[in-house]
């Protein structure tokens, strides 16, 4: 597996390298992979409780996000996210309360006014996330339509695009990285390769030897990195964002890492995968590996730990107390929010709305049943 060390000999990402972390940055990201776990671990008992109707968390995949989202520049890059990248937004500064108001899309749910599955997150600040869609790959070409404006109106940043394993299946990975290799887009695809598309294993997915390569044959360089090392992600994506924001061009990251939970709060993985594989992977634990270090440099001992996980918990906590009593949305925001002015159609309808109202109430169904 790629390391640090290794990326470093990598010709075309060492003259790109971020320089390295200092103890207080390092410390930062330790502190948001705990955040994440906090977060997403919260989120799943609120999904149990009935109070949510869906999560998908990313416990395991944490160093992948917060060593990715450390070197993306808010102020000139785009970011492409999957539905998995809560962590991406903590570290970049999202505050939890704001994820927690789209959790319950509650009329404090600023992205998408509760119109949106809950996890589909978006914000224009504090960086350029631009809205998590469903269908799998398909932010794929938007970033390289992004990163192809950008290098068009001559702008110095980056795409960031993030996705499965399991997503490079779809039409969007391979016309984007065709185009991506063509145009010499600066955009950086991340791969999360985290072992398993829901239940179809990575072995089922490809014959490749890595994702990675499938990079070759669009004239897009491939990288394969330890998805579980939060300083390795770093260096790569760091290096490859800032080679595509010089003109280097594209390039694409596989990084090697494993699902511990389920798909998502639907999902029960014991019925498709060994407990084993599981115990083998937990080993691996990307917050467990990054508290060694930290401990080997001397910036961190047991009684810090337990104060990150306290404020991370209290944090997430008092979100959640705020987030839960709001109202959704009013139901006329449904009609204001889409075009400037109103046409006679949306009056119309609007007027229609409210008699129905009239005759039979509005629904208070809240009990957080959810179809998938
Ligand atoms: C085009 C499309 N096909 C199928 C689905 C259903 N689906 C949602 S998530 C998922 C698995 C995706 O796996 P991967 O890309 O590896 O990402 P991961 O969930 O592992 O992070 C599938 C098949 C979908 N959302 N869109
Ligand atoms: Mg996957």
């Not at 061009?249 to 596989?254: K, N, V």
């Not at 798909?263 to 599981?278: F, I």
């Not at 810090?304 to 404020?311: C, G, H, I, N, Q």
Request: charged share 25%.
């Amino acid at each position: 597996m790629t390391t640090s060390a290794e990326i470093a000999q990598n010709p075309l990402l060492a003259p790109f390298l971020p320089p390295p972390a200092s103890d207080e940055e390092c410390l930062r990201f330790y502190r948001d992979m705990v955040r994440t776990r906090t977060y997403d671990r919260q989120m799943i008992v609120l999904q149990r409780q009935g109070k949510i109707g869906f999560t998908i968390p990313c416990e395991g995949e944490e160093a992948c996000h917060i060593g990715a989202a450390s070197t993306f520049r808010p102020e000139i890059d785009w970011l492409f996210p999957s539905y998995r990248q809560q962590g991406m937004a903590l570290h970049l500064g999202v505050p939890v309360e704001d994820l927690v108001h789209q959790m319950f899309n509650n009329e404090k749910d600023a992205g998408s006014r509760g119109r949106q599955m809950p996890v589909h997150f978006s914000f224009v600040k504090p960086a350029r996330w631009v809205s998590i869609s469903s269908p799998l790959g398909t932010q794929i070409p938007h970033a390289v339509g992004c990163a192809r404006a950008m290098q068009m109106k001559g702008e110095k940043g980056a795409a960031l695009v993030c996705f499965g394993d399991g997503s490079t299946s779809t039409s969007g990975f391979h016309s984007g990285l065709t185009f991506a290799g063509v145009w010499k887009a600066p955009v950086v695809f991340l791969c999360d390769n985290n072992g398993w598309a829901i239940s179809v294993p990575t072995h089922k997915q490809t014959a490749s030897a890595s994702f990675a390569v499938k990079g070759r044959a669009y004239g897009v360089p491939g990288v394969v990195v330890d998805g579980n090392d939060v300083l390795a992600v770093r260096d790569a994506v760091g290096a490859a964002l800032e080679r595509a924001r010089q003109g280097g061009g594209p390039t694409l990251i596989e990084a090697v890492t494993y699902r511990i939970g389920g798909h998502s709060s639907s999902d029960d993985p014991r019925r498709y995968r060994p407990e084993g594989e599981v115990l083998q992977w937990q080993q691996r634990d990307p917050l467990a590996r990054f508290e060694t270090l930290l401990g080997e440099r001397g910036l961190l001992n047991s009684s810090m730990k337990k104060d990150l996980e306290d404020r991370a918990r209290d944090e997430v906590l008092a979100a959640v107390d705020a987030a839960a009593p709001l109202p959704p949305p009013p139901l006329d925001s449904i009609f204001e929010d889409v075009l400037a002015q109103q046409t006679p159609r949306l009056v119309r309808q609007r007027a229609e709305l409210r008699s129905e109202l009239e005759r039979h109430g509005r629904s208070t169904s809240a009990d957080g049943a959810f179809p998938l």
